[in-house]
RNA sequence: GGUCCCUUAGUUCAAUGGAUAGAACGGAAGUUUCCUAAACUUUAAAUACAGGUUCGAUUCCUGUAGGGACCA
């Protein structure tokens, strides 16, 4: 049993001795020792006044008597206020630190065979990933590692906006003024060439808006009067009526999109089990709208719209289909839903997408509940904040800095920059050197983004945000190597250390640490946070760089010593290893 | 007009209703004959505002101000 368990229960069952009351555990509140005082645990007391009938201290030194005697793992314990502060013997945090050493899968859960769908990424094939899908994919990346590691049965899906009017806008202007160039004729990665055109076309619309005489004021309406804009909506029309030249030049550039979101996607390190293309799901969703009408839980409205009336949950009715019978998104994700249940009769189904959709989520979710579908239950919408430059939103046409692969590429840059300075790769070859860069530099945008919560925005300034110190990727990176140094100068797997006692302060924290591991796992899963592991993660490090700076390891006093630091040190750059792995983010042997 | 989200140090982030609100960067001052100084140590610096609930509020509730999004 983990051992905030097995303290909550000790409580309860000397309630039950002392006062004969049944007390929720949950009631129990148990938190790590703040350092400033002396303990592991701390177990509040405030609240368990009303029930004992006695003072706070009074309350507490009770407890804490009862629980040395009962649990035989509390060592002493010390009381301030209403806190009682356990410190668990050092044989307890020695065992522990075995057993966790002696488990090879700490930290990952058996399987529990939850089907989960995760669908992240989502990206038009009309232009270049930005820094928007990069905090999508490495959410959506790093959740589908948690759930895996709590046992849950992960499909990745990503879902391609690979129809309608945007790519029909960049198909048009590579029909007018393309000349049959390709990707590889100019050597432009292929999303990057399709988004050149669509970048076009918005200067070919600006140039034709010239000649138009009185136009709308409003900018939207004043396009759709331009020969181009007409070509491109004639474009939708041929698309849809299946004109084989049209539907093969979408191949064609939709193609083109694909070879280069997938070269970006291996370098994330990103994957997924299934692609979905909107072109095949773009029509489904009408079955679903005749069973809701069927069922009454739709209504059909005077102008012949469908809508689902959602005033009773605090939200508006929202139209579903339109009156002209056509589709609208909520329409077809209605029907992409119901589609991947029958695929995969999955528990849950997780949505990572921008919080610009809280809204859209929360209906889709309703509308499935209310037509008595109990596996939209399992519906999450992991919603998250856009990131935005110090100056507000990025804007496309700000250009460079908002590009995905040019971020890549300036932080690998960087990487390698401040690597050669500090002289670190002698005896690197150029390929374990490439190697290193890539790491360290995608550790840093990783770690920059994971760290936050997800409902936070993200304020990116490409010019000071990648750094390599302190709360970083790097750092805990760093520290890692660290450790292997010291692991590869100590040559062999040592035991025996568990008769050892008097831990010092910092070993003990440092094992108390890897201890809760496993239950930040936990609590990332339960929260859909993957900023909990990252901060985590980064604590861990600290305290391990502590212990490296005030206590010797190789040259301990004695050989036990000696042996139990070096298998401390080993055990926590697994940990490390496993954590960032849950991040999504590599940790090098050496830098 | 309606709904939702956000506001913590100069900056970027933490804090299941619990102790003196933690870190990092930046600022100031230090540590290397010793296992990797991308490290470690010391130091100054913050809960937008006004109420309420509570033994206790950064956290929950109400209102105000500022920022953002969505719906019609």
């Keep these: 049993m983990i051992l905030e368990e097995v303290l909550k229960q000790g409580v309860v069952d000397i309630f039950k001795e002392e006062y004969g009351v049944d007390l929720s555990p949950q009631l129990v509140t148990i938190n790590i020792t703040k350092k400033e005082h002396e303990g592991d645990y701390t177990i509040v007391v405030f609240s368990l006044t009303k029930i004992s009938k006695k003072s706070p201290e009074q309350t507490a030194e009770l407890l804490g008597n009862k629980l040395k005697e009962k649990t035989g793992i509390v060592g002493k314990f010390n009381v301030i206020k209403g806190f009682l502060n356990l410190s668990l013997t050092d044989d307890y945090w020695l065992n522990r630190l075995k057993e966790i050493s002696a488990n090879v899968t700490y930290g990952t859960f058996p399987a529990n065979h939850k089907k989960v769908v995760l669908e992240y990424c989502g990206p038009n094939t009309n232009k270049p990933l930005h820094i928007g899908h990069v905090?999508?994919?490495?959410?959506?990346?790093?959740?589908?590692?948690?759930?895996?590691?709590?046992?849950?049965?992960?499909t990745k899906v990503n879902i391609y906006n690979d129809r309608g009017i945007n790519i029909s806008k960049s198909m048009v202007a590579y029909k007018r003024y393309g000349n049959n160039s390709t990707p590889q004729?100019?050597?432009?990665?292929?999303?990057?060439?399709?988004?050149?055109?669509?970048v076009k076309f918005g200067e070919v619309v600006k140039q034709e808006l010239e000649n138009i005489p009185n136009k709308p004021d409003d900018k939207d309406e004043a396009a759709k009067l331009t020969p181009i804009f007409k070509e491109a909506q004639e474009m939708v029309l041929k698309w849809e009526a299946d004109d084989p030249e049209t539907i093969a030049l979408w191949k064609q550039m939709n193609g083109w999109v694909y070879e280069g979101f997938h070269e970006t996607f291996k370098v994330l390190g990103i994957d997924f089990q299934k692609d979905y293309y909107e072109s095949e799901t773009y029509k489904l969703g009408k079955d679903i709208i005749e069973e809701g009408l069927r069922k009454n839980v739709f209504k059909k409205?005077?102008?012949?719209?469908?809508?689902?009336?959602?005033?009773?949950?605090?939200?508006?009715?929202?139209?579903?289909?339109?009156?002209?019978?056509?589709?609208?998104?909520?329409?077809?994700?209605?029907?992409?839903?119901?589609?991947?249940?029958?695929?995969?009769?999955?528990?849950?189904?997780?949505?990572?997408?921008?919080?610009?959709?809280?809204?859209?989520?929360k209906v889709l979710k309703l509308a499935l509940q209310k037509l008595g579908k109990q596996w939209a239950d399992g519906i999450y919408h992991l919603s998250y904040a856009l990131v935005e430059s110090p100056t507000g939103r990025f804007k496309s046409r700000e250009g460079k800095t908002a590009d995905a692969d040019?971020?890549?590429?300036?932080?690998?840059?960087?990487?390698?920059?401040?690597?050669?300075?500090?002289g670190k790769i002698e005896g690197f070859t150029d390929e374990q050197a490439k190697e290193l860069y890539r790491t360290i530099g995608l550790g840093a945008l990783k770690y920059f983004v994971l760290r936050v919560n997800p409902y936070?925005?993200?304020?990116?300034?490409?010019?000071?945000?990648?750094?390599?110190?302190?709360?970083?990727?790097?750092?805990?990176?760093?520290?890692?190597?660290?450790?292997?140094?010291?692991?590869?100068?100590?040559?062999?797997?040592?035991?025996?250390?568990?008769?050892?006692?008097?831990?010092?302060?910092?070993?003990?924290?440092?094992?108390?640490q890897l201890s809760e591991y496993e239950n930040?796992?936990?609590?990332?899963?339960?929260?859909?946070?993957?900023?909990?592991?990252?901060?985590?993660?980064?604590?861990?490090?600290?305290?391990?760089?502590?212990?490296?700076?005030?206590?010797?390891?190789?040259?301990?006093?004695?050989?036990?010593?000696?042996?139990?630091?070096?298998a401390l040190s080993n055990q926590t750059g697994i940990v490390i290893k496993k954590a960032?792995?849950?991040?999504?983010?590599?940790v090098p042997e050496r830098m």
């Design 185 to 198: 004729s100019t050597g432009v990665k292929g999303d990057h060439f399709v988004g050149d055109w669509y």
């Design 456 to 512: 936070k925005k993200i304020i990116f300034n490409p010019e000071e945000s990648i750094d390599f110190h302190g709360h970083t990727g790097p750092f805990i990176q760093y520290t890692h190597a660290r450790i292997r140094a010291v692991i590869r100068k100590a040559g062999v797997t040592p035991t025996g250390f568990e008769t050892l006692s008097g831990l010092h302060e910092v070993e003990r924290e440092l094992i108390i």
């Design 406 to 422: 040019d971020l890549i590429a300036e932080v690998l840059r960087i990487a390698e920059e401040r690597t050669k300075e500090l």
């Design 135 to 154: 905090r999508n994919m490495l959410l959506g990346f790093s959740m589908g590692e948690i759930l895996k590691a709590t046992g849950e049965d992960v």
């Design 301 to 361: 409205r005077a102008d012949g719209a469908v809508i689902v009336d959602l005033t009773p949950d605090g939200l508006d009715e929202k139209v579903l289909l339109r009156s002209d019978g056509t589709s609208i998104y909520i329409t077809q994700d209605l029907g992409t839903a119901e589609l991947r249940h029958k695929e995969f009769g999955m528990e849950k189904m997780i949505y990572v997408v921008a919080n610009e959709q809280d809204y859209h989520f």
């Design 520 to 566: 930040v796992v936990k609590a990332a899963a339960e929260k859909y946070d993957p900023s909990e592991v990252a901060n985590y993660v980064y604590n861990l490090a600290k305290l391990y760089n502590k212990f490296y700076h005030d206590l010797s390891i190789l040259n301990a006093e004695t050989e036990q010593l000696k042996n139990f630091r070096v």
């Design 580 to 586: 960032m792995k849950l991040l999504g983010i590599d």
